[in-house]
């Protein structure tokens, strides 16, 4: 008669709780926890190429605002964060006991945590270099940027600024300003407080459909207007006695190279315009990331003409 031999596997219990902690602070560990390393390093890998495909699709596309692909992106990583703990427990809850493997050890768990941690700071350092998120602190931007909203600032500005593009910068005093670029270095600007003139080019001036405020989250008001620059338009709030391109008060100002000339949506203020170094510039503002008027949110900072 055979002997039978018996074989004993070393058999765990999963605790859910512990599976989904794991996998918040560290994507992935809590599937290795659970005895699935590979299935962990695939959330891990997803949510590094998440960031990384922010220098990938900015190299090959060079659009007007980058606000709608920041929010995507944004969206794919929280999901890749939070798919790793939800699947975590429910595995572990399907599991109940598992067969430990030679990475179910401390040791194993210290050294995934710690690369999972390194290998994620770098693309977010990475995506820090591309975009970060000022609050607008004043109304001189008014009514495209109001108070207390908070702006997406696209700071890789290789490229340089059209007319029309909206600008953080650093002042005079280093606090950050925001403003919209209506000329460029060797340009000629005329104007008379409210209406300019870029090269003996009046910029067009009118007054926004209902519907066009709507979607701009905008109340309609007597000193309401839009200005047209390079085929963008966008709101300004200015007097209306001073509306006229056809006198212009002042005799014209000659932008010095690698200087902007930077103007203020809000024309009502004592500031009417700067002219700002290209080296002070700290990036390009994209559109309202939050706002406390739900139909400003993802709101642009101005309209291509045609759209």
């Known amino acids: 008669m055979k002997n039978k031999i018996i074989r004993t596997e070393n058999l765990k219990k999963r605790n859910l709780i512990v599976s989904f902690i794991l996998s918040l602070l560290f994507t992935g560990l809590g599937q290795m926890y659970n005895g699935d390393l590979l299935k962990g390093v695939v959330f891990l890998v997803f949510r590094i190429l998440t960031l990384l495909i922010i220098p990938v699709y900015i190299t090959f596309n060079i659009i007007e605002s980058y606000i709608y692909f920041f929010v995507v992106i944004a969206f794919l990583h929280t999901m890749a964060i939070l798919l790793s703990p ?31 941690l390194i290998i994620s700071i770098l693309p977010l350092s990475l995506t820090s270099s591309f975009f970060s998120i000022e609050k607008v602190k004043t109304d001189l931007m008014h009514p495209s940027l109001l108070e207390e909203e908070y702006a ?50 009046a910029l067009p001036l009118g007054i926004f459909s209902d519907e066009e405020l ?52 809000n024309r009502t203020k004592e500031s009417k315009y700067d002219l700002v170094d290209i080296s002070s510039v700290t990036g390009r503002i994209e559109g309202i990331i939050y706002s406390d008027r739900l139909k400003r949110i993802l709101l642009k900072t101005f309209m291509i003409i045609g759209d």
């Open 152 to 201: 997406l600032v696209y700071r890789y500005t290789k490229n340089g600024f059209v007319p029309g593009d909206v600008i953080s910068y650093a002042g005079k005093n280093e606090e950050i300003r925001m403003g919209r670029v209506l000329a460029n270095g060797g340009d000629i600007v005329n104007f008379n407080d409210n209406a300019y003139q870029i090269n003996g080019k």
């Open 214 to 265: 709507n979607m701009k989250g905008q109340e309609n008001a007597e000193n309401l207007f839009f200005e047209v620059n390079s085929g963008r338009k966008y709101a300004v709030k200015s007097y209306t006695s001073k509306l006229s391109s056809n006198s212009m008060e002042n005799s014209g100002i000659l932008v010095d190279e690698n200087i902007l000339f930077i103007a203020f949506d």
């Open 86 to 116: 939800v699947e975590a427990v429910f595995s572990a809850r399907k599991k109940a006991e598992i067969s430990l493997n030679r990475y179910n050890s401390l040791i194993f768990y210290f050294f995934y945590a710690i690369l999972s």
